[in-house]
């Protein structure tokens, strides 16, 4: 089982900055991905940003400039710098373990609780 800590969440204006840690204690598998998904109210979980401990990364393309992910592989934290942030990024912000993407989809281990990223207009 693994346990995932996240922080960094809160609000911020439109084109400020944020950055998010997840911090990882149990087994997590180095050729996985860790990575962030987010919810908005109404919309479905999506995929923000995932990386494995050799680099590899994936992203959502409206992401793609303005966010960038990191992995500590020592530390098992995975971080998410957000910049540029709009208010169409405001959803609760997930951490996620041991993510392999079967056909374009993400097949996730484990969850963290979320975190709130506000951006105000």
């Known amino acids: 089982q693994v346990q995932l800590v996240e922080s960094g969440g809160g609000l911020v204006q439109a084109g400020g900055s944020l950055r998010l840690s997840c911090a990882a204690s149990g087994r997590t598998f180095s050729t996985y991905f860790m990575g962030w998904f987010r919810q908005a109210p109404g919309k479905q979980r999506e995929l923000v940003a995932a990386i494995t401990n050799g680099g590899s990364t994936k992203y959502l393309d409206s992401m793609k400039g303005r966010f960038t992910i990191s992995r500590d592989a020592a530390k098992n934290t995975v971080y998410l710098q957000m910049n540029s942030l709009k208010p169409e990024d405001t959803a609760v912000y997930y951490c996620?373990?041991?993510?392999?993407?079967?056909?374009?989809?993400?097949?996730?281990?484990?969850w963290g609780q979320g975190t709130q990223v506000t951006v105000s207009s």
């Open positions: 996620a373990a041991n993510v392999l993407f079967v056909d374009g989809r993400a097949v996730v281990g484990s």
